[in-house]
């Protein structure tokens, strides 16, 4: 027979507030009713849509972006999808070089495999680039080694740098992105290597106007104590655990979230898969400067989780510039 999974004692527990509004002075003031936990998960492009035609190089729009790492060049292109329809960007593009300089060097090119490293949890599924929407984007990773141009010296200056890269589609049209620089000469006796990606899709990042002024924080009775200054939640393998985050207002003046949506949040426990979820946003009226609101969460602990000290991360908004971040100890036990 089993048993009902354990329950922690959440750091404040509020009954009945489904259809809460909260007031301004209600927020300003003592220990607020703490707006409930929303099991509900950000919205993405679908995985297997059906299969777009191919883009086109004039729909889309390239930014090369490179840095310097050692000698070599490493970033990659961005295409966003500029066009009204959606199209297709899957696999690998054919790559090559143009120009003078390009016509005198001998180059390589390799195939980058699909990254091994965790995917954005707010990213699109990689399948969902078999119908890139009109506004977003696909990448295609880039590392270039060993470019010895007319004019290069050994393992210095690269000499003349080709004009374009240019990148082959499979709708048989071809994007050329400007090259300014080219990296360092090391071997002229071997031709150069660039070494592309598959397309994935592009994480959006927003700029510094995105920035929240607001504060994160996990609050709650924490009863162990794991060394001085530091006080952990006493937590079950297997259980849900309850928590709240307060978020205040740094600002000078009343804070409101969007009419149109609620921000995403990400929470993750230690050396596990980041979780996220949309942030139960729509009972919460302005928050005045200083005033603090609290939002229940949930977090479920593995079952196999590591005894005793571990930590629990949140983050408010990821994609904006420096997104509220909190984090806690948590002390697992059986």
């Given amino acids: 027979m089993s048993s009902a999974p354990k329950r922690s004692r959440s750091p404040r527990r509020y009954a009945g507030a489904g259809a809460l509004t909260l007031a301004l002075a209600a927020v300003a003031s003592g220990s607020p009713p703490a707006v409930p936990w929303l099991n509900q998960r950000p919205a993405k492009a679908s995985a297997h849509p059906p299969p777009a035609a191919p883009c086109r190089a004039r729909v889309l729009h390239a ?3 490179l840095q310097g790492a050692t000698g070599s060049l490493v970033g990659g292109v961005n295409l966003l999808n500029t066009g009204k329809t959606v199209c297709s960007l899957v696999g690998w593009p054919a790559v090559s070089f143009t120009g003078a300089a390009a016509a005198r060097e001998r180059w390589r090119v390799r195939k980058l495999a ?4 965790p995917v954005d949890v707010l990213a699109d ?3 969902s680039l078999r119908a890139l929407q009109p ?3 696909a990448t295609v990773a880039v590392f270039w080694s060993n470019w010895c141009g007319p004019g290069a010296q050994p393992a210095g200056g690269p000499g003349t740098p080709p004009d374009a890269l240019a990148l082959h589609l499979a709708s048989r049209t071809t994007i050329h992105v400007p090259l300014l620089r080219a990296p360092r000469c090391d071997a002229p006796q ?3 290597t660039i070494t592309v990606g598959p397309f994935t899709p592009t994480p959006r990042y927003l700029p510094e106007s995105s920035r929240l002024r607001l504060r994160a924080a996990i609050v709650g009775s924490r009863p162990v104590a794991i060394k001085r200054g530091l006080r952990a939640f006493r937590v079950h393998r297997g259980e849900r655990f309850h928590y709240d985050v307060a978020v205040t207002n740094t600002g000078g003046k009343p804070f409101h979230f969007a009419t149109s949506s609620c921000p995403s949040y990400i929470e993750q426990f230690q050396g596990k898969a980041a979780q996220a979820y949309v942030l139960n946003c729509r009972p919460v009226g302005a928050i005045a400067p ?3 609101v609290h939002f229940e969460m949930q977090l479920g602990i593995p079952a196999t ?6 930590s629990l991360t949140w983050q408010l908004a990821p994609k904006t510039y420096e997104p509220p971040f909190t984090a806690a100890a948590l002390w697992v036990v059986p």
């Fill in 63 to 65: 930014h090369l972006f």
């Fill in 114 to 117: 699909a990254s091994a490293a």
């Fill in 125 to 127: 599924p990689p399948g």
């Fill in 135 to 137: 506004g977003k984007s």
């Fill in 190 to 192: 071997y031709p150069s």
């Fill in 290 to 292: 200083r005033a603090r």
């Fill in 305 to 310: 989780a590591r005894l005793g000290n571990n």
